[in-house]
T-cell receptor
Framework: EAQVTQNPRYLITVTGKKLTVTCSQN?????MSWYRQDPGLGLRQIYY???????DKGDVPEGYKVSRKEKRNFPLILESPSPNQTSLYFC?????????????FGPGTRLTVT | QKEVEQDPGPLSVPEGAIVSLNCTYS??????FMWYRQYSRKGPELLMY????GNKEDGRFTAQVDKSSKYISLFIRDSQPSDSATYLC????????????FGTGTRLTVIP
């Protein structure tokens, strides 16, 4: 089954404790992105990757890191989480140029930072 | 001013009603337009994808784009309780997944 998987689905952590949210897709897509979704603000892009070893900042990159060492994986790293990073996070992938709007989203990771 | 404006609702309709969901945008550079559906506790899923002005129909769903007015709509005919979800409009202006802009979503409830 074609899908994007994320882990963990739910995470409660404390300020400053480093964490990683994993993302994997099995559709051989070039593009992958991370979004956060907050009430009243909608989906905002954190980082995106156009291919292996190619990443760039989205609209709200502060406090986040990413890496793309393999085509299928795109982990999101919070080196020192803060309460304002409490949010619902989605990983997404999309096919090659010309179909970027066709985003396939993972199930989401609900993160709470206390 | 946001790039994409979407009425957040919530919108509540009886089963069988015609639903109209709308978004406006300010940037004339947008070239393609999408509607995503998001069920509670799930990720968004692509519902409709259009490149040009006019209408595109898929079953009970019709997407309409009016580039001159910078306005897009999604119509749902014969609405069903299973259509209850949040609907997100999105649009893009060119190459790269970094050029997508999403509306904040309209929450729809279809009452049996």
């Amino acid at each position: 089954e074609a899908q994007v998987t994320q882990n963990p689905r739910y995470l409660i952590t404390v300020t400053g404790k480093k964490l990683t949210v994993t993302c994997s897709q099995n559709m051989n897509h070039e593009y992958m992105s991370w979004y956060r979704q907050d009430p009243g603000l909608g989906l905002r892009q954190i980082y995106y990757s156009m291919n292996v070893e190619v990443t760039d900042k989205g609209d709200v990159p502060e406090g986040y890191k990413v890496s793309r060492k393999e085509k299928r994986n795109f982990p999101l790293i919070l080196e020192s989480p803060s309460p304002n990073q409490t949010s619902l996070y989605f990983c997404a992938s999309s096919p090659t140029s010309g179909r970027e709007g066709e985003q396939y989203f993972g199930p989401g990771t609900r993160l709470t930072v206390t | 001013q946001k790039e994409v404006e979407q009425d957040p609702g919530p919108l509540s309709v009886p089963e069988g009603a015609i639903v109209s969901l709308n978004c406006t945008y300010s940037n004339s550079a947008f070239q393609y337009f999408m509607w995503y559906r998001q069920y509670s506790r799930k990720g968004p899923e692509l519902l409709m994808y259009t490149y040009s002005s006019g209408n595109k129909e898929d079953g009970r769903f019709t997407a309409q784009v009016d580039k001159s007015s910078k306005y897009i709509s999604l119509f749902i005919r014969d609405s069903q309780p299973s259509d209850s979800a949040t609907y997100l409009c999105a649009m893009g202006m060119g190459l790269g997944a970094n050029n997508l802009f999403f509306g904040t979503g309209t929450r729809l409830t279809v009452i049996p």
